[in-house]
């Protein structure tokens, strides 16, 4: 029997214009691949995308009044402080006439990645709740995978918890979206065997998601079909699939490569060998996230991360060397928000970046219940909702005044270059700007080499 379903990707929260910025390329991949197979199979299928991937120009109205969404506490349990948060996406309203624009539809199915957003998603499932009282609706993602019992208060009929297993191979439809995206997502491998300690990825091992030919079919399928030029790999650990990834990079130069690719989800840096960069270069690989964590040892140690900072150094540097566009194409992820990190920590690993030659991404940090950084918190953010709990409102900061110096560092520590940041730190608190100034004259010593000890 023909069932009409109607998909939603609810919209998203930001504190501020970095955070904009993340989302900027957040395509519901799992959710399209999911209406693709129902349309496959014959289902009457609606899909109502509320995101908005923004580029610079919209970056600007992205924190305009009417776009505020609600008002959260900023820092731990003990600040007073608090922090507006916008709705990058579609209004509400956008949702109702759409949905009123259509036929009743028998079952709706909601999307949820990340679960400090899960309000826009509540809100979403209550809206069509209220419009259609008699359809099915069914939420999943990450955020109810994760938390299934908070999800539930949506009131959804099903809270569907893990991988949809038939969809995961599905080359997603891009016809059923509304315009052609810029950017188009692919995967090759799933999961994740590490446990660092602000990760939520609890998947032992590394599974190939699809045939390597086959993912290469259809990217260019939809090169073809819709003038995609450029493909983002979406696997949170690509380079624990370097076989999976070697045979996809092969097949790419044997067909010759037509399009554009980035590796953002993070680069395993020890795992990233000459061959595979080159390779990588040779299939039309031009940007990547190299995940630098910390400079600091304990720090590392903290995250159980399994590589030391030469190795992301190195990593970069090598590539920098090969001709890559490493300072504007190589986000170099850093952990910052940690309560009690040291100075040492922030600066020294921004400038460690910027010595490899790398693009500095501070990420603030965004405790989940369920992994260690949480619990390593767990004092001061007792009591805090999820939706408290983005890392860009500081929720483990202990004082209004250290949250204010945080924006600034934050701020700081995005600068792509030395100087400008430079500028901006000028009227730090003295410790801050001595030890700023200290790792700043470390970097201006010269640039890393592939294999200088650090
Ligand atoms: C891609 C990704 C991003 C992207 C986009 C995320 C998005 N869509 O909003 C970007 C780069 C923006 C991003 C950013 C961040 N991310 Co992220 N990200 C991911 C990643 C690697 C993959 C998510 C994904 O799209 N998977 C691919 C598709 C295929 O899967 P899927 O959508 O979940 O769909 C499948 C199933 O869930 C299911 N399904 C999905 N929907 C539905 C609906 C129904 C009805 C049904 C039946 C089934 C179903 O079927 C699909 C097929 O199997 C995950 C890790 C992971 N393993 O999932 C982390 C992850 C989601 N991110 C995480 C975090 C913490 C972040 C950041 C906060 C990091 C930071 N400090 O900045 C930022 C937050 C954003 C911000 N602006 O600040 C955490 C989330 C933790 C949490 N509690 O929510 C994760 C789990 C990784 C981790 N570190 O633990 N991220
Ligand atoms: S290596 Fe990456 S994906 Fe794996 S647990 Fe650590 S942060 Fe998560």
Redesign the pocket.
Known sequence: MTRRIVFVNPP?L?ADRH?VD??A???????L??ATLHAARGDDVRFLDMMEYLDEEGFEGALAPERRWTTKPAGDIHCRGRRDLYRVGKPLSWLRERLSEGPAPDEI????????NYETTHAVVRTCREMFPRARI??????P??YPEHAARCGADEV?V????E??AVCPALELLDGTPKVWLF?LVHG?RYRCS????R?ERTEEVADPARVVDDLLAVARRHGVRTFSN???NVMLGARVLERFLDIVIARGPAVEMKF??GVQPDRLTASIALKMKRAGVTAMTIPFESSEPEMRKRFGKPYDIRKAMDAVAMCRDMGFDTASRFHCTFVIGVRGESLRHVFRTYFAVLKAGGRPTP????P?PG?REYRLHEPVLRGKDLSEL???LWPTLESDEKVALYDRLFRIVSEPDAHRAAALAADLPPDAREEFDRQMAWCLQGPHQVGDPV
């Not at 069914?138 to 955020?143: E, I, K, P, S, V």
């Open positions: 998203v930001a955070q993340l989302y390329e957040a395509l519901p991949f799992g959710l691949q999911i199915a909601v999307t949820s990645c990340i679960s400090f069914r939420l999943g993602g990450f955020y995978s994760a569907f893990g991988r949809h297993r969809a995961d995967r994740c602000f990760c939520m990825n998947v979406w696997d949170p953002e989800m990420f603030p940090l965004s989940a992994t983005n890392g860009h």
